[in-house]
């Protein structure tokens, strides 16, 4: 396997990915880990990712964190999340989103 790019380990940006499946919904969300160089607006962005993904009601009735699937990559300089949802929740999700 290739290395990653050392451009990409020194500043990976937050990232999301969503699968949108029949009966789940599953997302995966990359948090780089703080650094001094971090920005006012990236400490801001970071503590609001994290209020959302420590709180429980976040996910709803039908929300789940997958805590045993979560890790820290030193490789990419942060932590992986993971969590899944029923796809007919999808409205309610997209409205938290949109409030947040």
Do not use: W
């Not at 990409?8 to 599953?26: A, H, M, Q, R």
């Not at 997302?27 to 959302?52: G, H, L, V, W």
């Amino acid at each position: 396997m290739d290395e990653v790019p050392k451009e990409f380990v020194s500043k990976p940006p937050p990232c999301f990915g969503l699968d949108i499946g029949g009966t789940l919904c599953k997302i995966c969300y990359f948090e780089k880990s703080a650094t001094p160089q971090d920005t006012p607006a990236e400490i801001r962005f970071r503590e609001k990712m994290r209020q959302i993904i420590d709180d429980e009601v976040s996910y709803g009735s039908t929300g789940h964190r997958d805590l045993d699937l979560e890790f820290h990559s030193d490789e990419l300089g942060g932590r992986v999340y993971f969590s899944h949802f029923a796809t007919r929740t999808m409205n309610d999700f997209l409205e938290m989103v949109k409030s947040n």
